[in-house]
């Protein structure tokens, strides 16, 4: 087990390498000067110049690269180019809405999926898989964005269960915090659950048409009792790719979500450095995500090896 974590956490050490290289080669290539941006058009250019000089803009390309990772390594992710504060404290101030957001999402959408991918596999080829199947073609096909439109215009608009937008803050209490992440929770779950329930289905349709389940039928399990105690564990693992997925995705493609109910999240942090041409918030917050994503992936390859211990062995 251990031989098995080890090489995949250097695979793994290797793959953020690579996207820090990546990401710090085209945040550079992009068009737009920040010194510009942010003195304005009529700007001299002996003043722009020298705040350049002041942002660390006119070193190489490597020094600036290698200065940037060895930053973050001690946790320093450098000073925001447009707040003038550090990069750390956005991305803290920031993850505390994006993360418990991402958190939220992805239970809603196991609590949804799980149930309705056994119902759909224990009844498959009747009215409730039928059923089942075109739920969740539906909601797969229908854009998250309008979606949650749709959900700010019933529940808040109409009913005002809900407010439209805005974070108040945990320090206003957990139960108004929640409520405010509740709407955009639902909004991100719905695609991911229904993908989720399908895959599920799959799963458990495949593994249940195995040697050993028939061998659990005769042996006077039913249907039910052979799907829960031998099928479920044995499906679990194209279903938990797709749970490490969807957590990596709810972390890190938030954005238009974020920006519809105007959450101070990461996910409009980036949208916001992007158009003010904040490159070193940009960086740090997509290496950051990238991190989380290889993390993510990590802990999906040990719960493989956990849920099917044949896979360590063959590695």
Known sequence: MLRFAATRLLSLTLSLVAASLVIFTVIQVVPGDPASFMLGMNAQPETVAALREDLGLNAPLSARYLDWVGGMLSGDFGRSYTYRVPVAELIRDRLWVSLPLAVYALILSTVIAFPVGLIAAARRGKPADFTIMGATQLGIAVPNF?????LVLFFAVN???????GFPGWEAGLLPALKALTLPAVALALPQASILARVMRSALIETLGQDYIRTARAKGLNRRQALIRHALRNALIPVLT????????????????ENVFYLPGL????????????????ESVVMLLVFAVIVVTFLVDIAYAVVDPRLRHRR
Do not use: N, P, Y
Not at 146 to 150: D, G, I, K, P
Not at 243 to 256: C, D, K, N, T, V
Not at 267 to 282: E, P, S
């Open 146 to 150: 309008w979606f949650a439109m749709l």
């Open 159 to 165: 009913l005002r269960w809900f407010s439209a937008g």
């Open 242 to 257: 797709i749970i490490g997925l969807q957590f990596s995705f709810l972390l890190a493609g938030a954005i238009i979500i």
């Open 267 to 282: 996910g409009r942090l980036i949208f916001q450095g992007i158009t003010q041409r904040d490159l070193i918030v940009v």
